[in-house]
Structures are given as C-alpha cells and as structure tokens.
C-alpha cells in the first residue's frame, strides 16, 4: 500500500538513469491505480510534465480520469492545445472560475487571483470527480520551491498526492516526450520553459526553469497554490 514516506529525493534525481526513472514512475502509478482505482485522477495543466505524465498513466489504464485547471488568462496557444487534448482525451474534464474579479488582479494580488482562478477550480475537480488520490506532473528540479516534496505525500486528509515524475530532469521529460511522439504546447518552440497565464509568464533563460513565472512580484519562481494550499475541504468549505 502506498504510503507517505520521507527519502533522499536528491540521491535518486543524480543517481537513477532515464530507463531507471521511467520504470519507477510508471510502478508508483501503477501501485496507486491499484489502490485507488477510479479515484485516482491525473491533474494536467497542459505543460510538458503533465502530458509525459498523462501519456505514463495512459500505459498503466487508457479508463484512468484527468483534469484540467485553466483561466480567462491563458494565451490562446494553450486554449487550442487545451481543445485538442480534450478531443483526443475525453476523460479530461475542464475547470474553471468566471466569476468577476478585480481588473488585474495579478498585478495587485497575485496570490488572491491564483486562489480565486486555479486553487478554487482544482478544489472543484478534487470534489467532484470524487478523487482520493491525484497525480501531479512536479518536478524538484524545476526551481527553488520545488525542492522539498516528496514522491507520495499526505497534505489534506483523505487525498494522497502522487508526483510520480518528482526526480526527473527537464532534459528527460524532452527525451521522454520525443522518444514517444507526445504532442507537447507549442509555445515551447517559442522559448519558454513553464508555462502559466499570460500576464504572468516570461520566457527565462534562467537555471531555474520557474523564473519567468509572475516576474516583478512578490511571487517571482514561485507557486500558484494548488502545490501548496489545502485541497480537500470538511464539507467542501471554501470550493
Ligand atoms: S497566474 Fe497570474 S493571471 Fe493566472 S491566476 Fe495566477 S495571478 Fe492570475
């Protein structure tokens, strides 16, 4: 049974090799799809760590669910891309909050506009599709925020978080991607790196893949909540 368990994250990232990476990623999937079944579901946010991990949960069982989280904000390259995984993936169920906010609102409160258009959608799909187990597409290597999770963790209770792909380098999910043929976002052929909302996305050249994320706020490199803040809430409070 899968379980939370604290382990030397940074020993695995150095000393496993791809082959050694995916096995393991596809076996932690796979043990949580036996535990959970239909309550496991994968969030995509339509970057290339979550398609790597969509199309490694697709080998484990094509019924196994998703979500995505988008806003008003995305740029239409990820609307489009968002409309063509749907059409190859009807199992991806959208989410998203219109209600009014102030006029940028990420400009002046970054934090409250992400709780508001990503926190409070993904708290949506958590309850509504029933999930006691979601599977993330996070990578400690991505930036300095990333650095201290773990490949199964417990932070609300009733939910385990899965971050089967935790130890991978940027440059094996490229190799993973291209060795599969995964359709990926296109503007990675732009330039960036991470991907967000358009207001608060930079291409970076940066060593810290994260750091063209909310540039010039308090925010910069950082998280927009849904890693961070609790997601599965007594009685749905604050959905
Ligand atoms: S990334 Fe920017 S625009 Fe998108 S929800 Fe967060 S603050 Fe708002």
Redesign the pocket.
């Known amino acids: 049974m899968l379980q939370a368990v604290e382990e030397d994250i940074r020993s695995l990232v150095e000393g496993l090799n791809f082959k050694q990476k995916v096995d393991r990623s596809l076996s932690l999937i796979e043990q949580a799809h036996k535990q959970f079944g239909d309550e496991l579901v994968v969030a995509n946010s339509l970057g290339k760590d979550s398609v790597a991990v969509w199309h490694l949960a697709k080998k484990i069982s094509p019924d196994i669910r998703g979500f995505i989280v988008t ?1 008003r ?2 740029p239409p390259e990820t609307v489009l891309f968002m409309e063509e995984e749907v059409a190859r993936y009807p199992e991806l169920r959208v989410f998203r909050n219109d209600t009014e906010i102030p006029d940028k ?2 400009e002046t409160a ?2 409250r ?2 709780d ?3 926190v409070a959608p993904a708290r949506q799909a958590i309850a509504e599709m029933n999930v006691d187990c979601w599977v993330t597409g996070l990578r400690c290597t991505e930036g300095r925020t990333r650095v201290d999770f773990q490949e199964v963790e417990q932070r609300d209770e009733g939910l385990l978080k899965l971050n089967p792909i935790l130890i991978w380098y940027e440059r094996e999910i490229w190799e993973y991607l291209a060795l599969h043929g995964v359709p990926v976002n296109p503007l990675y052929g732009e330039g960036y790196r991470s991907l ?6 930079r291409i970076t050249t940066d060593s810290n893949e994260r750091a063209g ?2 540039v010039g706020t308090s ?1 910069c490199g950082g998280e ?1 909540g849904i890693h961070t803040r609790p997601l599965k809430l007594v009685d749905g409070a604050g959905i």
Do not use: E, Q
Request: overall charge positive; glycine content about 10%; hydrophobic content about 25%.
């Open positions: 806003t904000f995305k609102l990420y970054p934090d506009c992400c508001l258009l990503k967000g909302c358009g207001p608060c996305t994320r909310w925010k927009c």
